[in-house]
Nanobody, 127 residues
Framework: QLQLVESGGGLVQPGGSLRLSCTAS????????IGWFRQAPGKEREGLSC????????NNADSVKGRFTISRDNAKNTVYLRMNDLKPEDTAIYYC????????????????????WGQGTQVTVSS
């Protein structure tokens, strides 16, 4: 059974940092492009960052450029999202998603391009 599990969310003060993890079970992430998304109440799901299977290609939304960094450790079957300088508007449920792209240097921030999704982890930025 293919499963993605997010972890690392929580409550943080404005200006603080968190590192989210997305770990796969039941399959290897080696040949998968991974994306991070978030959804706040009443808003559409937003594509934040993506990383190609080898890690050679990344892409970030303007809303998080300079603050969020995506990375991967295929040996640990895990993709990370480091979030710095968090703001109250970053409050949302954060999801990771995977799509098989083999060795192609592809990276998408569009939710419909992804086949597998985690259950999400809550991030709350508040003083």
């Amino acid at each position: 059974q293919l499963q993605l599990v997010e972890s690392g969310g929580g409550l943080v003060q404005p200006g603080g940092s968190l590192r989210l993890s997305c770990t796969a079970s039941g399959f290897s992430l080696d040949y998968y492009t991974i994306g991070w998304f978030r959804q706040a109440p009443g808003k559409e799901r937003e594509g934040l960052s993506c990383i190609s299977s080898s890690g050679g290609v990344t892409n970030n939304a303007d809303s998080v450029k300079g603050r969020f960094t995506i990375s991967r450790d295929n040996a640990k079957n895990t993709v990370y999202l480091r979030m710095n300088d968090l703001k109250p508007e970053d409050t949302a449920i954060y999801y990771c998603a995977a799509v098989k792209t083999a060795v192609l240097p592809l990276c998408f921030r569009t939710p419909r391009r992804y086949d597998y999704w985690g259950q999400g982890t809550q991030v709350t930025v508040s003083s």
